[in-house]
């Protein structure tokens, strides 16, 4: 079976490549192509932050007792990053490369060190903590955008 | 499993890295500065007084300070588990040990015993605090990572090095203690495999998949490749002990430990160089440039010393300057250009994004802190730098002065990058 910890990794490395795959078509202003693949990395990585704050942070919260700890900076960096996000979203529909460029790899290292931290340390403290509901956690994220409708 | 330490912090105070990363240009600098007061005669002698201040400006002022610095900013994140007090000890340690390096070079390079006597009080206590502090916090980490293993060990042949190195200092500022130069080979190993390799492969293991959207390195490898280094360096510290000691026929013995550092990293550099060229991350940028070039050079080293040692030639220097600037300092020259612009990002958008009416809209963004086309700049001076001083080893000693007034060139710009990236900070700090 897999475990938490695997299936959300996946994930990262899922959204990652759908972030290379967006920033290369805007290198190379292929805007029509690069518009559906920023939409398609936007709603990927929505998607699972949202699994994270509405599933599995609160089982990890229940489990022990910590409201202010780890998830609660988790989710404060899921705000920064939906910040980056949207503006990397207008950069996209407004065309302009050098902003897009600028804020995407802005965003993938603030993107890495906080998945870094997710991988590393809270996932495998949340397989530790939640093993009994591990299906029922992972099940949410399974119904991901890119399965139901690829953007 | 005790969560109460973890809060997964976003990182230290900006000053605490950047202090470290400020200051190892200028380090830099000012062993260009002697090289060139000394003149091209400097190249004769591997071991004078004087190649020893520029060597160790260099693997003390710049790769160990930028390292030290990276330390105080990666380990909260990676390793989940903050080092105490770090701003406070960040400024103690980064004073002392830059004092403490200055003054040892200074009393190399003067020959002056009083010099080097100080150069010892200050740092034993510089290093102490900056070994014990990344001791505590690699003990108490909360990840199991391989990277954070690899620290360790790295960690630990730190204290090995200064250990070493400062009984080796003591034997040159001390009548009363004798200068064991057996112990020469011991600090070098530990120092270049131990600690500046090993560190540099565990930020491998994190960065490369990671920023340069590339497979991950295989478990097995990550598992193996440093602790093999650890295990071959006490083994081959054994060896080298006890062949003092008893005259033990070694030869053959030496060659065979030699031979097995080379295959740990050369296979590391290949396999690095493999994992990027599938990076799925297809736009290059200056890092990428430094990362494939500092790899390519490790491999040079390599099969230069491979050579050196099986045809019995004198290569030192040479070697010496494709493993430090050519391997270590473009890696972590690289570095610097992701890791400086970040904090910078990070701490203003901490400050400004939720709290000032402009909001985060004034936030520049990485590529607006250091633009890609300024850092290009100074990575192909790093790189006209290196090849005239190849050059000056392999072709003619009349390149000698191209070579140190590029690496000057080369160093000054690093440090405006630097400094021009701090002012970005405190300009948009002081305009919210």
């Not at chain 1, 897999?2 to 202003?29: W, Y």
């Not at chain 2, 020893?52 to 030290?68: D, E, K, N």
């Not at chain 2, 494939?292 to 230069?304: A, E, I, P, Q, W």
């Amino acid at each position: 079976m897999d475990s938490i910890s695997h299936l959300m990794t996946d994930d990262h490395r899922r959204c990652d490549h759908l972030f290379a795959e967006a920033e290369q078509q805007v290198a190379n202003k292929n805007w029509e192509l690069a518009g559906k693949n920023a939409h398609a990395f936007n709603a990927a990585i929505l998607h699972h932050f949202q699994h994270e704050e509405s599933t599995l942070f609160p089982a990890f919260e229940k489990a022990t007792g910590m409201q202010g700890g780890p998830t609660h900076m988790m989710r404060h960096e899921h705000e920064q990053m939906r910040q980056l996000l949207a503006e990397l979203m207008d950069a996209i529909d407004a065309q302009n490369q050098d902003r897009y460029l600028g804020l995407s790899e802005t965003l993938l290292i603030f993107m890495q060190q906080h998945n870094m931290k997710e991988e590393q340390i809270l996932y495998p403290m949340i397989d530790q903590e939640c093993a009994e509901d591990s299906e029922q956690l992972m099940a949410g994220l399974h119904s991901t955008p890119e399965n139901s409708n690829a953007a | 499993m005790n969560y109460n330490q973890l809060s997964l912090e976003q990182a230290p105070d900006i000053s605490t890295p950047l202090r470290f990363f400020l200051s190892a240009p200028l380090f830099a600098f000012l062993a260009f500065c002697l090289l060139m007061y000394q003149g091209p005669e400097i190249l004769s002698n591997r071991w004078s007084p004087q190649t020893l201040a520029f060597t160790h400006l260099v693997t003390l002022g710049f790769i160990t300070m930028s390292m030290v610095g990276a330390l105080f900013q990666l380990l909260p994140v990676l390793a989940g588990a903050s080092i105490p007090r770090s701003s406070q000890l960040s400024l103690v340690t980064h004073l002392l040990f830059s004092c403490g390096v200055l003054l040892l070079a200074a009393g190399f390079a003067f020959e002056q015993a009083t010099l080097l006597k100080l150069s010892i009080i200050v740092l034993i206590p510089g290093l102490l605090i900056f070994l014990l502090a990344t001791s505590y916090a690699l003990i108490n980490a909360q990840s199991s990572h391989a990277s954070i293993n690899s620290m360790r060990i790295a960690i630990f042949s730190l204290w090995i090095t200064a250990t070493l190195g400062l009984l080796l200092a003591s034997g040159h500022a001390l009548d009363a203690i004798p200068l064991l130069r057996q112990f020469t080979p011991l600090h070098i190993g530990w120092g270049t495999l131990g600690w500046i390799s090993v560190m540099i492969i565990s930020v491998a293991y994190q960065v490369v998949p990671m920023f340069q959207i590339t497979f991950s390195y295989p478990k097995l490898m990550t598992r193996l490749l440093s602790p093999s280094i650890l295990i071959a360096l006490i083994l081959w510290s054994a060896y080298r002990y006890t062949s003092t000691q008893v005259s033990i026929p070694g030869e053959a013995i030496d060659l065979g430990f030699f031979f097995l550092f080379f295959c740990i990293m050369l296979s590391f550099a290949l396999f690095t160089l493999k994992l990027e060229a599938q990076r799925k991350k297809r736009l290059a940028d200056t890092t990428l440039y430094f990362w494939m070039t500092g790899l390519s050079c490790l491999g040079f080293s390599l099969v230069v010393l491979l050579y050196a040692e099986f045809f019995d030639q004198e290569l030192s220097i040479l070697v010496g300057i494709l493993f430090f600037f050519g391997f270590a300092i473009s890696i972590i020259n690289g570095m610097l250009y992701k890791i400086i612009p970040f904090l910078v990002w990070l701490h203003l958008h901490r400050k400004l994004a939720f709290s000032s009416p402009r909001g985060r809209s004034g936030i520049p963004t990485m590529n607006e802190v250091i633009n890609n086309r300024q850092s290009m700049r100074q990575y192909w001076l790093h790189l006209l730098a290196l090849v005239l001083s190849i050059a000056t080893i392999t072709i003619s000693t009349k390149f000698f002065y191209m070579a140190i007034l590029v690496w000057l060139a080369n160093y000054a710009l690093l440090f405006i990058h630097i400094f021009r990236a701090i002012l970005t900070y405190r300009h948009c700090l002081g305009t919210k």
